[in-house]
Every structure is written in structure tokens, then in C-alpha cells.
């Protein structure tokens, strides 16, 4: 079951933070050191840090997969969930948000919250990449950090059937909500901002989440000893389109 796109300002799920500023004067600008950091995961709805302004935007040379395990944020150890990283792939490119941050504030607050969210909870390391704003205007493409959880780290699990993938999703929970929730922001975000781009990894698996529903609504209630399931009420709401959308952070 698919769901229709809405427009962009009904989205519920874009960051709060400042729209996009005038351009600040070329010496205040001289005198800030400015970093910009690409999410492609929760970071699109909930970067958790204050920034100066926001792009939507894409990568180039890189495929996103949920293909790492978390065991925190959307999971847990008995029912890790999955989470999106990037799979190097030279034909492809990821849609998400490049958010700037400016003075060394605002630069050192971020990279410490991030640090503690990505690495230190999630296993991602970072990297420098070009970043290409949607706006055909913005000019050249601007260099971005980027959080990319690799094969070497404990939590990642790897590729599985987008099947296989949607049933771990649905019966995992973690301190950030549940891993349905994140797949379903994702998919939103995909679907009200980049409309014109078809992710087929990330729309399989919430197609074949939706395919599961049906069989967990005909239960009298969600088999408890299944950790992080959802809800009888829950699953009906789901399986009309609908998603929980709280105000938690989950991971990159």
C-alpha cells in the first residue's frame, strides 16, 4: 500500500529550525568557520543540533541501505533494528539534508552531539563528500561531512531481502521510538521533498511492511513476547497511511 504525497508545507516531519537567511556580509562570513553536515537518515526530520540554514540536496557515488543494526536508538539487543547507511555504488545518488552550522559554537556543539549519536551510539564514521543542492542556482557543490556506518563496525548487519527487512523493522523498538516510525518518516520525506526520485530499496521495504500489517491486525493484540511491537490500535492506524510521529531523535 502506498501513501499519496502531500504538499511540502504539510509535511510534519521538517526540522525545526531557521528558513533559509539573506546572505551574511562577505567579512562576517570571512570570520566564522562553517561546516556543513549531509543527513540521509533521522537527520532529515530531527538533527538534534542548532544550524544556520538547510538544503535539501543530493550525493553522488553512494546508495542508501538498511543494512546497519541498532541496538539503541530503534532497536535493542534482543531485537536489533535497522537503520539506514550508505553503500558505495558509482551509478547512484542519495537524496537528504545538508545543514550548515557557523562559529566555532555552533561547529563544536554539533560535532559533539553527533559524535555521542552517530559514532559513539551508532558506529558510523565520517567523511567528506560533494554535496549538490536541489537549487540550480546555489552554484557549486559544497563539501559536507557525512556519517556511513561500514562493514567493519560490530552493529552492521548487512543486505537482506526487503521482505526479511520490513519483518525486523516492524517487531523492533529502541529509546527512540519504534523502527516503523523511522521508515515511514523517511519514506514521507522522500516522497514530499525529492518527488521525482524513486528509491526503490527504501519504497520496497515500506511496501512490504504494509503487505505485513494485514496479518498482525487480524490478531486480538501484537504477540507480547515480541519486544517493541506494535500495538493492535497502532497497526490499524498504519495500515491507513498513517504513522506515531513523536518528537524523539533516532539515528543518522
Known amino acids: 500500500m502506498k501513501r499519496d504525497a502531500q504538499s511540502t508545507q504539510e509535511y510534519p516531519g521538517w526540522p525545526e529550525g531557521p528558513e533559509l537567511p539573506a546572505a551574511p556580509s562577505t567579512s562576517s562570513a570571512e570570520l566564522k568557520p562553517r561546516l556543513w553536515i549531509f543527513g540521509y537518515g533521522s537527520l532529515v526530520w530531527r538533527p538534534g543540533f542548532e544550524f544556520t540554514s538547510r538544503k535539501v540536496g543530493y550525493i553522488r557515488g553512494y546508495s542508501r541501505r538498511f543494512w546497519q543494526g541498532d541496538t539503541f536508538h530503534r532497536g535493542s539487543e534482543r531485537a536489533p533494528g535497522r537503520v539506514v547507511t550508505l553503500?558505495?555504488?558509482c551509478g547512484a545518488c542519495t537524496w537528504g539534508v545538508a545543514y550548515e552550522v557557523c562559529g566555532?559554537?555552533?561547529?563544536?556543539?554539533?560535532?559533539?552531539y553527533l559524535n555521542v549519536r552517530e559514532a559513539v551510539l551508532g558506529g558510523y564514521d565520517t567523511k567528506?563528500?560533494?554535496?549538490?543542492?536541489?537549487?540550480?542556482?546555489?552554484?557549486?557543490?559544497?563539501?559536507?561531512?557525512?556519517?556511513?556506518?561500514?562493514?567493519?563496525?560490530?552493529?552492521?548487519?548487512g543486505p537482506a531481502s526487503e521482505e526479511d527487512i520490513a519483518a525486523q523493522i516492524i517487531v523492533s523498538s529502541g529509546c527512540a521510538g519504534h523502527n516503523v516510525e523511522y521508515l515511514l518518516r523517511l519514506a514521507d520525506f522522500m516522497r514530499y521533498f525529492c518527488p521525482q526520485v524513486e528509491d526503490k530499496?527504501?519504497?520496497?521495504?515500506?511496501?512490504?511492511?504494509?503487505?505485513l500489517l494485514p496479518c498482525l491486525c487480524h490478531s486480538e493484540k501484537a504477540p507480547e513476547e515480541v519486544p517493541g511491537v506494535l500495538q493492535k490500535d497502532e497497526r490499524e492506524n498504519l495500515l491507513q497511511g498513517s504513522s506515531r510521529r513523536d518528537e524523539t531523535i533516532g539515528t543518522a
Open 87 to 89: 553503500l558505495e555504488d
Open 104 to 112: 566555532e559554537q555552533q561547529v563544536a556543539a554539533s560535532l559533539q
Open 128 to 157: 567528506l563528500v560533494s554535496f549538490h543542492p536541489r537549487d540550480k542556482d546555489a552554484g557549486e557543490p559544497i563539501q559536507a561531512l557525512v556519517y556511513i556506518a561500514t562493514p567493519q563496525n560490530p552493529s552492521y548487519l
Open 201 to 211: 530499496h527504501l519504497f520496497s521495504i515500506e511496501e512490504a511492511l504494509f503487505a
